[in-house]
């Protein structure tokens, strides 16, 4: 017998697994001592809003039967070996989903990163941390699973229109996530674990006859006529097969630059740029538990959320928190020399002293108008001056500039900063000298409103570390609305966050399935 209860209870009990089986069994009129009797949350979310923390689970009991696997979704992977091939460009989750369901269909997936396997790339990311030495290779974006392989692993998404959202999040578990990101409203896997699963997905490819070459950059496209047939490597090799997803991530500007050059039609897209805001942890869980001490040995880190409109210059502009990463640290993001990016991510447990997250502005086109004369590469070209300012003010190092919250609202250099997690260091600026007015204006506004919305945000024991710009993609490369076909080159499928069509690591997963399935559908006669 299974029963199913919606229940409200306290940290201790949703999160402890002794006092939340007894929890439940005494909700439901059942005796503790009920032999075979087994409980599991189905669904978990925190509920801060009043004085005192709830949480919201809904809640399985079964008597006398076996409860089995929260997974619906079991993938069949056919032996692809001898199929037709269809070449990704990228190895992140959009291209490595499309590769999982291409073999789902029958099709043979060959994958091209020009970054290298999760296990070698961690060198790379040491010598960025410890020597301020960019790989435009490999580093926090470029290699094996993408940007999203060292991050948080957040597995939200509002995206509720392209794809399966649970099935994304069971290939996953399948892959040796835990069954806990089908339950927790908010799921993150943590960037200690994503590696292992990242390499797991691609065993997966790979023992079904896929492909993956690592270290292999695109360097050009074979196109003929209004087809495209191909690419070639860096080293001169062609690789063609019918079709090509191309999944290369939002900070592949070598990509952008190949397709103008190309006439391969792209578009200047709005994106947001700002900084990494970083308090304590301690003081974040304060605020949002309303606590007086600590969150206590239940609560997991706290997050928020947070946006604000803002009027400058007679234009409106929103300002938002971006990427929260409670109990996390800051990294260095620069994908090539000569450039700075900072960048979140948590491990699993959330357990760092610090939190930070993104605070950035939208950015528009008409904001630019300095930059129109590089047309398509429009935003991009803002993007990669602001970077090149912030490597400059830095020290020329991966050093980034940093500036107190409250000393940056009052227009103060800071003194002196705090502790950070950001590894190479901090540099002490004026950050209105790194950002463009537009942006250090409508910050200042928006940090005095979240400083109402949250009190105790707004402090000097809280810092500005910059840039965060790699938000999402400056350019959108175009596609069909119910093909994803590119409009101008046949069998090309733009995809994923580097596109323009996604914006984490689930819906980027998902517009890699759906890309795949496209492509499949229109092209190969055995897919399916």
Same mark, same amino acid.
């Given at each position: 017998?299974?029963?199913?209860?919606?229940?409200?209870?306290?940290?201790?009990?949703?999160?402890?697994?002794?006092?939340?089986?007894?929890?439940?069994?005494?909700?439901?009129?059942?005796?503790?001592?009920?032999?075979?009797?087994?409980?599991?949350?189905?669904?978990?979310?925190?509920?801060?809003?009043?004085?005192?923390?709830?949480?919201?689970?809904?809640?399985?009991?079964?008597?006398?039967?076996?409860?089995?696997?929260?997974?619906?979704?079991?993938?069949?992977?056919?032996? @692809?070996?001898?199929?037709?091939?269809?070449?990704?460009?990228?190895?992140?989750?959009?291209?490595?989903?499309?590769?999982?369901?291409? @073999?789902?269909?029958?099709?043979?997936?060959?994958?091209?990163?020009?970054?290298?396997?999760?296990?070698?790339?961690?060198?790379?990311?040491?010598?960025?941390?410890?020597?301020?030495?960019?790989?435009?290779?490999?580093?926090? #974006?470029?290699?094996?699973?993408?940007?999203?392989?060292?991050?948080?692993?957040?597995?939200?998404?509002?995206?509720?229109?392209?794809?399966?959202?649970?099935?994304?999040?069971?290939?996953?578990?399948?892959?040796?996530?835990?069954?806990?990101?089908?339950?927790?409203?908010?799921?993150?896997?943590?960037?200690?674990?994503?590696?292992?699963?990242?390499?797991?997905?691609?065993?997966?490819?790979?023992?079904?006859?896929?492909?993956?070459?690592?270290?292999?950059?695109?360097?050009?496209?074979?196109?003929?006529?209004?087809?495209?047939?191909?690419?070639?490597?860096?080293?001169?090799?062609?690789?063609?097969?019918? +079709?090509?997803?191309?999944?290369?991530?939002?900070?592949?500007?070598?990509?952008?630059?190949?397709?103008?050059?190309?006439?391969?039609?792209?578009?200047?897209?709005?994106?947001?740029?700002?900084?990494?805001?970083?308090?304590?942890?301690?003081?974040?869980?304060?605020?949002?538990?309303?606590?007086?001490?600590?969150?206590?040995?239940?609560?997991?880190?706290?997050?928020?959320?947070?946006?604000?409109?803002?009027?400058?210059?007679?234009?409106?502009?929103?300002?938002?928190?971006?990427?929260? #990463?409670?109990?996390?640290?800051? @990294?260095?993001?620069?994908?090539?020399?000569?450039?700075?990016?900072?960048?979140?991510?948590?491990?699993?447990?959330?357990?760092?002293?610090?939190?930070?997250?993104?605070?950035?502005?939208?950015?528009?086109?008409?904001?630019?108008?300095?930059?129109?004369?590089?047309?398509?590469?429009?935003?991009?070209?803002?993007?990669?001056?602001?970077?090149?300012?912030?490597?400059?003010?830095?020290?020329?190092?991966?050093?980034?500039?940093?500036?107190?919250?409250?000393?940056?609202?009052?227009?103060?250099?800071?003194?002196?900063?705090?502790?950070?997690?950001?590894?190479?260091?901090?540099?002490?600026?004026?950050?209105?000298?790194?950002?463009?007015?537009?942006?250090?204006?409508?910050?200042?506004?928006?940090?005095?409103?979240?400083?109402?919305?949250?009190? +105790?945000?707004?402090?000097?024991?809280?810092?500005?570390?910059?840039?965060?710009?790699?938000?999402?993609?400056?350019?959108?490369?175009?596609?069909?609305?119910?093909?994803?076909?590119?409009?101008?080159?046949?069998?090309?499928?733009?995809?994923?966050?580097?596109?323009?069509?996604?914006?984490?690591?689930?819906?980027?997963?998902?517009?890699?399935?759906? #890309?795949?399935?496209?492509?499949?559908?229109?092209?190969?006669?055995?897919?399916?």
């Amino acid at each position: 017998m299974k029963k199913t209860l919606t229940l409200q209870l306290s940290p201790e009990e949703a999160y402890d697994p002794q006092i939340f089986k007894q929890t439940v069994l005494k909700k439901a009129g059942i005796s503790l001592d009920t032999p075979n009797a087994f409980t599991r949350q189905i669904k978990r979310s925190i509920d801060a809003r009043g004085r005192k923390v709830i949480v919201n689970v809904e809640a399985e009991i079964f008597l006398n039967e076996n409860p089995g696997s929260m997974l619906d979704h079991f993938p069949s992977y056919q032996n @692809v070996r001898n199929s037709d091939p269809v070449i990704i460009v990228g190895a992140g989750p959009a291209g490595l989903f499309a590769a999982l369901r291409a @073999v789902e269909l029958g099709i043979k997936p060959i994958v091209i990163e020009r970054g290298k396997d999760v296990r070698t790339r961690r060198r790379d990311l040491a010598a960025i941390n410890k020597d301020g030495i960019v790989n435009p290779d490999s580093n926090y #974006c470029f290699g094996e699973g993408g940007a999203g392989t060292y991050s948080d692993g957040k597995l939200y998404t509002r995206s509720k229109k392209r794809g399966d959202i649970r099935r994304i999040m069971e290939i996953f578990v399948a892959h040796g996530a835990t069954e806990e990101i089908l339950v927790d409203a908010h799921p993150h896997i943590g960037t200690n674990k994503l590696p292992l699963l990242v390499s797991k997905l691609r065993e997966t490819v790979l023992e079904s006859g896929g492909e993956i070459l690592f270290e292999t950059r695109v360097d050009d496209l074979i196109i003929e006529g209004a087809e495209i047939k191909g690419v070639v490597t860096q080293l001169g090799e062609r690789i063609k097969g019918l +079709g090509v997803i191309l999944a290369t991530g939002h900070s592949a500007r070598d990509i952008f630059h190949l397709l103008d050059r190309r006439k391969v039609l792209i578009e200047a897209k709005p994106f947001a740029l700002g900084v990494r805001i970083e308090h304590g942890q301690n003081l974040i869980d304060r605020i949002q538990y309303h606590c007086e001490m600590d969150r206590g040995p239940y609560l997991p880190a706290s997050a928020y959320s947070l946006v604000q409109q803002t009027e400058f210059k007679g234009k409106q502009r929103g300002v938002f928190s971006f990427c929260m #990463c409670p109990g996390g640290f800051i @990294v260095p993001a620069a994908t090539a020399p000569g450039e700075l990016v900072v960048n979140g991510m948590s491990p699993s447990r959330r357990d760092s002293k610090f939190a930070n997250s993104g605070i950035v502005v939208s950015v528009e086109l008409e904001d630019l108008p300095e930059y129109q004369k590089y047309g398509a590469l429009a935003s991009m070209y803002f993007q990669a001056d602001v970077e090149r300012k912030a490597w400059d003010f830095g020290g020329k190092t991966q050093a980034a500039p940093a500036q107190r919250m409250v000393d940056f609202v009052n227009r103060k250099t800071s003194s002196s900063l705090l502790d950070t997690s950001y590894q190479p260091g901090l540099e002490s600026v004026e950050m209105r000298e790194v950002l463009p007015d537009f942006i250090s204006a409508r910050l200042a506004m928006a940090f005095k409103a979240f400083g109402q919305k949250m009190k +105790g945000y707004l402090t000097n024991e809280a810092q500005l570390i910059g840039v965060e710009s790699r938000t999402s993609s400056p350019v959108r490369v175009p596609r069909d609305r119910e093909t994803f076909e590119h409009p101008q080159i046949k069998r090309l499928y733009p995809c994923g966050e580097g596109a323009g069509y996604a914006g984490g690591i689930v819906s980027a997963a998902m517009d890699g399935e759906r #890309c795949a399935e496209k492509l499949i559908e229109a092209y190969c006669k055995s897919g399916g």
